[in-house]
């Protein structure tokens, strides 16, 4: 069993910088995906960014790339979310996931990441 935590969002301004991080618990972490995820209102869950768990591979949805940073500290069970430039548009529910690592890493679906921390809210202002 995965137990995530997230830290506290805020309320940030256009092209502002925030950093999320998200600590894990267990033995398995340096094993695991790990994944940022979001929510708008009235909208679906997408997929953010996802790292590998040696962090030798991430990814990024095309709106975030060159903007977001994913990272890991595998020695503090945490995962990191650099969030640079912001924009109104994302303004969402941030959260964190994990999934074990291996033959799913092309997947980007949120029902392939079983174990997810509370959410916690990022809000850009216009």
């Known amino acids: 069993q995965v137990q995530l935590v997230e830290s506290e969002g805020g309320l940030v301004q256009d092209g502002g910088s925030l950093r999320l991080s998200c600590s894990a618990s267990?033995?398995?972490?340096?094993?695991?995906?790990m994944a940022w995820f979001r929510q708008a209102p009235g909208k679906e869950r997408e997929i953010v960014a996802v790292i590998s768990g040696s962090g030798g591979r991430t990814y990024y949805v095309d709106s975030v790339k060159g903007r977001f940073t994913i990272s890991r500290d595998n020695t503090k069970n945490l995962v990191y979310l650099q969030m640079n430039s912001l924009k109104p548009e994302d303004t969402a529910v941030y959260y964190c996931?994990?999934?074990?690592?291996?033959?799913?890493?092309?997947?980007?679906?949120?029902?392939?990441?079983?174990?997810w921390g509370q959410g916690t809210q990022v809000t850009v202002s216009s």
């Open positions: 996931a994990a999934r074990p690592g291996g033959s799913s890493w092309y997947l980007r679906n949120s029902r392939t990441f079983p174990y």
């Open positions: 267990g033995r398995t972490f340096s094993s695991n995906d």
